[in-house]
């Protein structure tokens, strides 16, 4: 607990005690979000890793304009190529002469985009779900969560497998099934967030200023709620790519002509013996990807948690 | 001076931060002898306890220490590991604040006493076994016998503490540390363990170094006392020699910290603001699917009326129902039962009929951590209830408001685009209180407000209290359970115990003569019969 | 105690009456059916393989037909395995599955917990640095990257182990297939245990062992370890249901003869009564594991009684 030797009326301390504590500037305040910043910039590898995602997403998304290659296109003079300088094929090419950079860089766009897409679906559920729960609490919030333990208990990669064979390799269908799958979580922690924060004297303080519901939840609930959601979306993402790559690799992921991290690393295990880079890139950049998303998630816990305050 | 038990001899220790070095203690110096008490009082930061767990070699690894730790001639500082703990828990031991985390929570309690016999004696666990039965039946925990196998989730705050003074003692030290082992506890409980620590004292002739920043405490304890502040003894003597002619300007003002002063009482023909009639509030215990199967009555039928201009005191224990009284008076809390602000009756309102109502009365919580949103400015915070109360104010209107009310509270209205982390709790606590005073209140609900300050803090936040009320004309509902400051504020007092009022009566009445045996039992408790 | 287990086993009821009938529905919805082969069967013979397997009938006739025979233990013929039953592929498969699941965990646990309780233990040190940078790794790398990469090395370049194949369990067999499965959960254990020995070691129960003059080996031992394994066995459910999710792909990869390797085919043939076999069997693994894991969290935490 801090001291408070600063008195204002009263009690003037004796002379020759020791200094109170340096003030900060005064005028201008740091939010705990700038303060987060700020620590998470001090910290080297998230930085390291924040600064090397946005490079990959960068490269993904505008490789493939700049490269000479089309994602299906043949190279008629170059079948199973190893990775060269020579012909512009930099990291060689597969089986059928197309070229793995531009491939990898197409399969990375989808990776990422089911990433994004399918995270965002995760949170939107999990955040509604969560908050209605904790919110209104009693009765309600009793029957959302045994629905959730029920959810928690199914053998849902099974189902989600089961869902890809019946309705088809298709991307929308994969967007949706690994949000669904993953929204348990983050309803779990939104809905303890809620709960927590509703017993905190600062929002019974607005109650007693009189302040609306729905003002309380936008202006007390959702701002304080923020940092675990974001620690947690950080965490998902990963385990999303993750999600996709392993539906690709069973073959249930996107179809031809489309291709991601996944379906490459399958194609390449086939050919692991005879043409090895056409497993190992596509195997390096997701294992990139989903370090760098780790080492980020894991500072931005170290930033955001309010225990290290 | 051979006959000293302990010698801390010039005592510095630093921490070492990534962000610079910190230097909790400076060049301390005191002694102990054997059988006596010595009380090391301060306020939070004051490297107290920092002394004491030095003492034991207990600091974390990023600690400096230097000087010279002296016990029995033995140089504790130089002493190698296994040295030191042949004399924890052996001749030097230890007991904390924190009694519901201080045992391990997997354990049985009697495992974890014979821990000790089993180190310190060699004894196996069949023979601790017994003894541990005694010490359990020492320290007064009931049915030894039986309790021996509980689990510390099993026992009361009072009851683990208990359990971690059989612990210490179970190799009957020379030297006891207590580190503010009754702070968590609730008055009458730490009377209670006061008294068996003295017991213990007598019956062992141990040494006790009592840390505390309870001076009520130290004055009923200690032998002798040493001051300390920012990390330096700034005064040290008998006990008598401290509190009657104390040296320091510091010490002057702690034991001037004691809040004191009268009300002055008010006009009984003003007319009433608040009343409550047989006012009831239950919480479900034991939640099924679709209905609570048991429930538990916080507050059983209370009457209470306030007039304009008092201030009328709650005091209790902590689960007494005393705060959960307070939130349903603010229709904060369902509750059965009638309340009357300003002759209509609120109990019924519906939220919206309630809202303009809030702006007259307003509350100040205990927790200066947990009552400001840790994400809004402070002149976000302050100018809320603005917006929902006036909302044809424009923002220089409200900024001016804002302003007016940290001035009012005395803080630098400079610092209203600051957050509340980078306030301290006395500071926050003036903040909470402006975002109260801000819509003009008539009527001030105080939860506590000055529990989690520290005594000096807490004084000027009392002052502050009262300038307000005699200014504005405030009534306040005081709830509390520190007896002093209930004294100095309030003009009745009620006494709440298990959702009831025991005892009611003007402050004079209460503490001159409390009639009930369980008011009278609070006082003693809490060493209020001497004190200004 | 035991009412709390048999009150969980009957709540485990519905959980698997939702699992059986999404999957039986979903499977029946789906276009395409067990007999559309490469080469297309006469009308009357298909019409007459439609009735042998009762796939004529009403679907909620087939229905509470097929519940009736789960009932009895009896998951139905397996179509495209034309001369066994559901129950006996399983049978046949799940002692293999059984076998380098059950090992890729006592793995995951013998290696992660030491792991995690080093790094705790040297906190901020090089050896904790490499652990965790190490640990972080095998979290990023999928189980079906590591597979074939190992495979690659060990069973192609090097020659040291075989690079698949199962040789009726023979012990090298087993020894790329389990790491494989096994390092992503050691990864993990190894971090949550760090992350709980860390919050352990600084609490006040962990200040007064000291404070009694036992060894810092003592208070390790008998006062950190116990306490720290409490949120690592909350994980143990996850951990299993992980390491069943990624048999699938091991056993694909090495050509493992366990369940998870059928799955995929089956689903894939639309061998209707194989997958629902399979994912009633697993979904009762799990609910079964969970449980196991309930049970075992109460061992370890007195405070924890099973009993409202």
Not at chain 3, 15 to 20: E, F, G, K, W, Y
Request: proline letters at 5%; charged letters at 20%.
């Amino acid at each position: 607990m801090t001291t408070d030797t600063t008195s204002y009326s009263g009690h003037k301390l004796p002379p020759g005690s020791p200094n109170p504590p340096a003030e900060p500037d005064p005028v201008a305040g740091e939010s705990l979000g700038q303060d987060a910043w700020r620590r998470l910039k001090q910290n080297k590898a998230a930085m390291v890793s924040l600064i090397l995602l946005v490079l990959i997403s960068a490269v993904c998304v505008a490789g493939p304009y700049l490269l000479p290659w089309g994602l299906a296109e043949v190279d008629w003079n170059a079948f199973s190529v190893a990775p060269t300088l020579e012909n512009g094929h930099f990291l060689g090419t597969d089986a059928n002469g197309r070229d793995l950079l531009t491939r990898t860089l197409y399969g990375g766009r989808v990776s990422l985009s089911v990433a994004l897409v399918a995270t965002f679906v995760s949170l939107v559920i999990g955040v509604l779900y969560g908050a209605i729960s904790g919110y209104v609490g009693g009765r309600v919030d009793n029957l959302m969560m045994r629905f959730v333990d029920i959810m928690y208990s199914l053998p849902f990669m099974f189902l989600v497998i089961l869902l890809m064979v019946v309705f088809g390799r298709n991307i929308f269908l994969i967007y949706a099934a690994i949000g669904a799958v993953e929204w348990l979580d983050m309803a779990r922690i939104v809905r303890g967030q809620t709960l927590a924060l509703k017993q905190r004297e600062f929002i019974e303080a607005a109650h007693a200023l009189g302040v609306r519901d729905r003002k309380i939840v936008t202006r007390h609930l959702i701002p304080n709620a923020i940092g675990p959601v974001i620690i947690y979306v950080t965490l998902t993402v990963p385990k999303v790519i993750l999600l996709e790559s392993f539906l690709s690799f069973l073959g249930l992921g996107v179809q031809e002509p489309l291709t991601s991290w996944g379906v490459l690393i399958s194609a390449g295990t086939d050919m692991m013996q005879s043409a090895p880079w056409l497993l190992l890139v596509p195997s390096l950049f997701l294992a990139v990807t989903l370090f760098c998303l780790n080492f980020l998630g894991d500072g931005l816990r170290d930033a955001l948690d309010p225990k290290t305050r | 001076m051979a006959d000293n038990l302990l010698e801390i001899d010039n005592l510095s220790v630093d921490f070492q931060l990534p962000n610079g070095t910190v230097s909790a203690v400076k060049d301390v110096s005191f002694s102990i002898q054997p059988g006596e008490t010595l009380a090391l009082v301060g306020e939070s930061g004051s490297g107290k306890s920092v002394s004491s767990t030095a003492a034991m070699r207990l600091l974390p690894e990023l600690a400096r220490t230097s000087g010279a730790i002296r016990f029995k001639g033995e140089d504790l500082l130089s002493a190698t590991p296994k040295r030191m703990r042949r004399i924890r828990g052996n001749a030097i031991s230890m007991i904390f604040q924190e009694p519901m985390t201080s045992l391990n929570p997997l354990q049985r309690i009697g495992r974890q006493i014979a821990e000790v016999l089993e180190k310190h004696l060699g004894l196996n666990g069949r023979q601790a076994r017994p003894k541990v039965i005694e010490l359990l039946e020492q320290v007064g925990i009931p049915e030894p016998s039986r309790r021996i196998d509980s689990y510390p989730y099993e026992l009361s705050g009072g009851q683990r503490q208990r359990v971690m003074i059989a612990m210490a003692l179970a190799c009957e030290p020379e030297l006891l540390i207590a580190d503010e082992p009754t702070t968590a506890l609730d008055v009458t409980v730490q009377a209670q363990i006061l008294a068996l620590l003295k017991d213990l004292q007598a019956r062992y002739g141990m040494a006790i170094l009592f840390i505390t920043h309870d001076l009520g405490i130290v004055r009923h304890f200690a032998d002798r006392v040493c001051v300390m502040r920012h990390g330096e003894l700034v005064e040290s003597g008998t006990t008598g020699e401290v509190f009657g002619n104390p040296r320091h300007a510091y010490t002057r003002m702690l034991i001037d910290a004691d809040p004191h002063g009268r009300k002055a009482p008010v006009d009984t023909t003003m007319p009433m603001l608040l009343e409550a009639k047989d006012l009831r509030v239950r919480f479900a215990l034991k939640k099924r699917l679709f209905r609570a199967s048991e429930y538990f009555e916080a507050v059983r039928g209370i009457d209470l009326s306030i007039r304009r201009g008092q201030t009328v005191g709650i005091v209790g224990e902590s689960g007494s129902g005393k705060s959960t009284l307070g939130r349903a008076l603010l229709r904060l809390l369902k509750s059965r039962g009638e309340i009357r602000f300003d002759g209509s009756d609120i109990a019924a309102l519906d939220t919206g009929s309630m809202r303009p109502l809030r702006s007259r009365m307003q509350v100040v919580f205990q927790d200066p951590f947990g009552s400001l949103s840790p994400r809004m400015t402070v002149g976000e915070v302050i100018s809320e209830g603005l917006r929902v109360h006036h909302p044809e104010f424009n923002r220089r209107q409200r900024e001016a408001q804002v302003i007016e009310a940290l001035e009012e509270v005395a803080l630098d209205p400079a610092m209203r685009n600051r957050y509340p982390h980078e306030f301290s709790g006395g500071q926050r606590q003036r903040i909470a209180i402006a975002r109260a005073l801000v819509l003009k209140p008539e009527f001030l609900l105080l939860d506590e407000p000055t529990s989690a300050l520290d005594r000096s803090v807490q004084v000027t936040v009392i002052d502050l209290l009262r300038n307000l009320q005699q200014k504005h004309d405030l009534t306040y509902l005081f709830i509390s359970h520190d007896l002093s400051v209930v004294r100095a504020l309030a003009d009745t007092v009620l006494v709440m115990k298990e959702g009831q009022v025991v005892e009611q009566g003007t402050t004079e009445e209460i503490f001159a003569q409390p009639r009930e045996r369980y008011t009278q039992e609070l006082m003693r408790a809490a060493f209020v019969d001497d004190a200004a | 105690m035991l009412t709390y287990t048999l009150k969980r086993l009957l709540m485990a009821i519905p959980t698997l009456l939702i699992v059986i009938t999404i999957s039986f529905f979903l499977m029946r919805v789906a276009p395409g059916g067990p007999f559309d082969g490469e080469r297309q069967l006469p009308p009357e013979i298909e019409a007459n393989l439609k009735a042998a397997y009762h796939l004529d009938e009403p679907l909620p006739q087939q229905y509470l037909r097929y519940m009736g025979n789960l009932l009895q233990g009896d998951f139905g013929p397996s179509f495209k395995y034309k001369d066994f039953s559901v129950t006996e592929l399983i049978a046949q498969g799940f002692p293999v599955s059984l076998e380098i699941g059950g090992l890729a965990i006592l793995l995951a646990l013998l290696i992660g917990l030491p792991l995690g309780i080093i790094a705790a233990l040297r906190r901020n040190s090089g050896v904790d640095y490499t652990v965790m940078g190490t640990a972080l790794a095998g979290i990023a790398v999928p189980n079906f990257v590591i597979a074939p990469i190992l495979a690659l090395v060990f069973g192609v370049l090097l020659a040291w182990l075989p690079a698949g194949g199962w040789n009726g369990g023979a012990l090298p067999n087993l020894v790329l297939p389990v790491i494989a499965l096994s390092i992503q959960q050691i990864a993990y254990i190894a971090r949550m245990m760090r992350a709980s020995m860390i919050e352990v070691l600084g609490s006040h129960y962990i200040r007064t062992a000291r404070a009694k003059g036992l060894s810092e080996r003592q208070v390790i031992w008998r006062h950190a370890i116990r306490p720290a394994l409490l949120p690592v066995t909350s994980y143990l459910g996850p951990a299993i249901a992980g390491i069943i999710t990624g048999s699938v792909v091991i056993e694909q990869i090495f050509g493992i003869p366990g369940i998870g390797r059928y799955f995929v085919q089956a689903a894939l043939n639309r061998d209707y009564t194989l997958v629902m076999g399979t994912v009633v069997f697993y979904g009762a693994l799990i609910v079964l594991m969970n449980l196991l894991v309930d049970l075992l969290y109460s061992a370890l935490d007195p405070q924890i009684r099973y009993d409202d």
